[in-house]
């Protein structure tokens, strides 16, 4: 690339019209970054997918170009050395791990998704399972208009409590923009915390862009959040003040789990309903380059 140019700048002495050439190769070259930055990342993890590599380093790829290209993919809380994203390869996703190499360049780590999901997703959940039963032992208290005995000494009575809110929050949600209202700030919600909630939103595949600022938008849809009131005046409160502020935030990514998981077709198609409404409205608009990030979130969508 560099030898093109110094030669079509040479030429452009001795013959003018070399230096139309040169303008024309740099605006392609502008035009194209991203699309040969996605190319030189994709190509890369590709490889390593197909030789059954689970890292691989490599000293000709910019760590700079592989965070960009993780960061327009939808990477969660991007570190300066580090980013992350779900990549979808051969109709397969995976979580591909992006970090800048000590000796230059950038390491990439390759696993599938669903063996990441059970490898940090479904372990820590039994966990907290177990750990919430044994705190709640003994203690009868009431919580989103329903009674429990405390005793969740086996996983069915806690698993009911889940359960039974989840199918309320379903029940005061009868349309789909109830359904997307509660998801989508629930979701926003859940990515200003960690531990529990920040897996459950990871193993959504809800996307950045589909619930960055959307708790900011609660007053725009009064109509539509009776799921999302209930849950904050009535459910919260009652967890909090049951089994504390923590665990009441754990209980709450595992509604959120439940109700994404026991209906995955009917959450992924309400969010490509929403995807596509919102890159309709970004085209129309002008906004060209929002509306190739929406279709990227609908790419992502099973």
Not at 29 to 53: L, Q
Not at 173 to 187: G, H, K, N, Q, W
Not at 217 to 239: F, I, T
């Amino acid at each position: 690339m560099v030898i093109i140019i110094i030669a079509l700048a040479i030429v452009g002495f001795a013959f003018p019209p070399a230096w139309l050439a040169l303008l024309g190769y740099g605006i392609y070259i502008f035009a194209s970054r991203t699309s040969r930055r996605n190319d030189a990342v994709e190509s890369r993890v590709k490889k390593m997918v197909s030789a059954g590599e689970g890292s691989a380093s490599f000293s000709d790829l910019y760590f700079e170009a592989a965070r960009s290209y993780a960061i327009e993919k939808g990477a969660k809380a991007p570190e300066p050395n580090a980013a992350s994203a779900h990549i979808l390869v051969d109709g397969r996703k995976y979580f591909v791990v992006f970090s800048r190499a000590a000796s230059g360049g950038t390491m990439i780590s390759v696993e599938e998704s669903d063996a990441v999901r059970r490898r940090i997703f479904d372990k820590p959940m039994e966990d907290l399972l177990k750990n919430s039963k044994a705190a709640a032992k003994d203690n009868t208290f009431n919580v989103g208009g329903f009674s429990f005995s405390g005793d969740a000494s086996n996983d069915e009575e806690w698993a009911k409590m889940v359960s039974k809110i989840a199918c309320r929050v379903i029940e005061l949600s009868p349309t789909e923009l109830d359904i997307y209202r509660y998801l989508m700030e629930e979701a926003d919600q859940l990515s200003e915390g960690g531990g529990v909630g920040k897996i459950a939103l990871e193993n959504s595949g809800i996307m950045p862009l589909e619930y960055e600022g959307e708790m900011e938008k609660a007053h725009k849809y009064p109509k539509n959040r009776a799921a999302l009131n209930y849950l904050n005046d009535e459910v919260s409160p009652d967890l909090e003040e049951a089994l504390g502020e923590d665990r009441a935030e754990n209980i709450r990514a595992m509604i959120f789990t439940f109700i994404v998981h026991s209906n995955v077709s009917g959450v992924n198609g309400i969010r490509k309903k929403y995807a596509a409404h919102y890159a309709n409205n970004c085209t129309q608009n002008g906004h060209f380059g929002f509306t190739d990030k929406w279709d990227d979130v609908i790419k992502s969508i099973p």
